[in-house]
Nanobody, 124 residues
Framework: QVQLVESGGGLVQAGGSLRLSCTSSERAFSSYVMVGWFRQAPGKEREFVASIEWSQGSTPYAEAVKGRFTISRDNAKNTVYLQMNSLKPEDTALYYC????????????????WGQGTQVTVSS
C-alpha cells in the first residue's frame, strides 16, 4: 500500500511563506509519471495547484498560484516540496500530495495515490 505523507502546513499571516513536503514511504517517486499538489477549501471542490513531471521535470501551475508557489523535488530524500510565498487568505485549504501513473496533470482523476492532507490557514 502506497502511503504519501504531507507535512509543513500551519497558520501564517497574509504575505508569509510556508514550505510543504511530501514523502512516499513505500515507493520511489521516480516510479511515477508525475507528482502533484492539490488543495480543497471548505465547501469547494479539490483543485489543482502544481505538479512535476518526473522524467522531464516540467512544472505546470494553476494560474492562481503562478509566480508565488514553486514545486520542487529532492530525489535523494524521495521528497516533493511546495514552497508557498506571498500567501493570501484565499490560499487557505487542506493541501494534498498525489502521485500519478499517467494522465492529464490537472485532473484529480489522473492521480492514483493520495496523502491525508496538511492544513494551511492564512489569516488576513
Amino acid at each position: 500500500q502506497v502511503q504519501l505523507v504531507e507535512s509543513g502546513g500551519g497558520l501564517v499571516q497574509a504575505g508569509g511563506s510556508l514550505r510543504l513536503s511530501c514523502t512516499s514511504s513505500e515507493r520511489a517517486f521516480s516510479s511515477y509519471v508525475m507528482v502533484g499538489w492539490f488543495r480543497q477549501a471548505p465547501g469547494k471542490e479539490r483543485e489543482f495547484v502544481a505538479s512535476i513531471e518526473w522524467s522531464q521535470g516540467s512544472t505546470p501551475y494553476a494560474e492562481a498560484v503562478k509566480g508565488r508557489f514553486t514545486i520542487s523535488r529532492d530525489n535523494a530524500k524521495n521528497t516533493v516540496y511546495l514552497q508557498m510565498n506571498s500567501l493570501k487568505p484565499e490560499d487557505t485549504a487542506l493541501y494534498y500530495c498525489a502521485a500519478s501513473k499517467g494522465g492529464v496533470y490537472h485532473y484529480v482523476r489522473s492521480y492514483d495515490y493520495w496523502g491525508q492532507g496538511t492544513q494551511v490557514t492564512v489569516s488576513s
